[in-house]
């Protein structure tokens, strides 16, 4: 029973395993399937692909899900902010809550019942992988989240750079963020899309203000939201748009050289657990270890003898 166990414990975990770095590489198989075979042909068969049917599985799970109306809210937001924006990514998130807990709660049951540990916490821990595989979810967004905005930070010099040359080169606001949007494509993908969207709202027919206000709601940066703030007030003022800009990046250099200064004040702090509980005692074994060896094999036998 235990070699049993022990083998399907391995196909499981050769499984995900497999289907992680499948989902990895195949993030968007659809868009991959159009650039190599080109466009569908009316009343031509659509080419399929497994993980597009995975996909669907797991759209078709979270359907079914129950959800509370608050998480909802908070999980599409936090979808959005990751790069998430389909309309069915709630509902695939769902879905690959479902399926991780329910696999690690059967994972976890048949590791207990297959090697014949069963006690009185059996129950607990099967909850408790349950547990883990639908907050693990939350978790993998949220890094995601945290990942990209930390990539529209790392972006926003350039492009305010960016802005303020295109902008004084005789352009408007809205052909500018187009312009910066496709000379970041490469360099700063995530401030390019986020512009790139903007553009595309503004240019659907919504109010540049709204536009502007969903861009610093969509992001949740806050060096974002102070510029939509700028921008809105010098829309809405008429102040020049090209000094503006420029006072806002000399603003965000500050903010930046302070922010780094104040980081490299926190060093000392940060370095003294590090150096307490890794370097002090190589130290101490370096210094004082030949001394007590030399203690223990010298002196202590005399001492004893005696």
Same mark, same amino acid.
């Given at each position: 029973?235990?070699?049993? @166990? %022990? *083998?399907?414990?391995?196909?499981?975990?050769?499984?995900?395993?497999?289907?992680?770095?499948?989902?990895?590489?195949?993030?968007?198989? +659809?868009?991959?399937? #159009?650039?190599?075979?080109? #466009?569908?042909?009316?009343?031509?068969?659509?080419? *399929?692909?497994? *993980?597009?049917?995975? !996909?669907?599985?797991?759209? +078709?799970?979270?359907?079914?899900?129950?959800?509370?109306?608050?998480?909802?809210?908070?999980?599409?937001?936090?979808?959005?902010?990751?790069?998430?924006?389909?309309?069915?990514?709630?509902?695939?998130?769902?879905? @690959?809550?479902?399926?991780?807990? %329910?696999?690690?709660?059967?994972?976890?049951?048949?590791?207990?019942?297959?090697?014949?540990?069963?006690? #009185?916490?059996?129950?607990?821990?099967?909850?408790? @992988?349950?547990?883990?595989?639908?907050?693990?979810?939350?978790?993998?967004?949220?890094?995601?989240?945290?990942? !990209?905005?930390?990539?529209?930070?790392?972006?926003?010099?350039?492009?305010?750079?960016?802005?303020?040359?295109?902008?004084?080169?005789?352009?408007?606001?809205?052909?500018?963020?187009?312009?910066?949007?496709?000379?970041?494509?490469?360099?700063?993908? #995530?401030?390019?899309?986020?512009?790139?969207?903007?553009?595309?709202?503004?240019?659907?027919?919504?109010?540049?203000?709204?536009?502007?206000?969903?861009?610093?709601?969509?992001?949740?940066?806050?060096?974002?939201? +102070? %510029?939509?703030?700028?921008?809105?007030?010098?829309?809405?003022?008429?102040? *020049?748009?090209?000094?503006?800009? +420029?006072?806002?990046?000399?603003?965000?250099?500050?903010?930046?050289?302070?922010?780094?200064?104040?980081?490299?004040?926190?060093?000392?702090?940060?370095?003294?657990?590090?150096?307490?509980?890794?370097?002090?005692?190589?130290?101490?074994?370096?210094?004082?270890?030949?001394?007590?060896?030399?203690?223990?094999?010298?002196?202590?036998?005399?001492?004893?003898?005696?």
């Amino acid at each position: 029973m235990s070699a049993l @166990a %022990l *083998s399907i414990l391995l196909f499981v975990i050769i499984s995900v395993l497999m289907g992680a770095v499948g989902f990895k590489f195949w993030v968007q198989p +659809k868009a991959a399937l #159009e650039r190599v075979v080109g #466009e569908v042909e009316f009343g031509r068969q659509e080419v *399929s692909h497994p *993980s597009l049917s995975f !996909r669907d599985m797991l759209q +078709k799970i979270g359907n079914v899900v129950p959800q509370n109306p608050t998480d909802v809210t908070i999980h599409h937001r936090r979808l959005i902010t990751a790069g998430f924006r389909g309309p069915h990514a709630l509902k695939v998130f769902y879905g @690959a809550k479902a399926i991780l807990s %329910l696999t690690l709660a059967l994972l976890s049951a048949g590791l207990i019942f297959g090697f014949e540990v069963q006690s #009185e916490m059996s129950l607990f821990q099967i909850l408790a @992988a349950f547990f883990v595989g639908w907050t693990l979810p939350n978790f993998m967004v949220s890094r995601m989240a945290s990942r !990209r905005q930390k990539g529209l930070r790392k972006g926003m010099p350039n492009a305010l750079d960016m802005l303020v040359i295109c902008v004084e080169s005789g352009l408007g606001l809205d052909q500018a963020l187009m312009q910066v949007a496709k000379e970041l494509r490469h360099a700063h993908k #995530e401030i390019s899309d986020e512009f790139a969207i903007l553009n595309l709202e503004i240019r659907a027919g919504k109010r540049r203000a709204d536009a502007l206000h969903h861009l610093g709601e969509r992001t949740d940066v806050d060096e974002l939201k +102070k %510029l939509v703030s700028v921008l809105v007030q010098s829309d809405r003022f008429g102040t *020049s748009i090209s000094q503006t800009l +420029k006072n806002f990046s000399d603003f965000m250099r500050v903010q930046m050289r302070q922010d780094a200064e104040e980081k490299a004040a926190k060093i000392g702090v940060k370095l003294v657990f590090p150096i307490f509980f890794f370097i002090l005692p190589s130290l101490f074994v370096v210094t004082v270890g030949p001394m007590i060896v030399r203690v223990t094999r010298d002196f202590l036998p005399a001492l004893l003898g005696s």
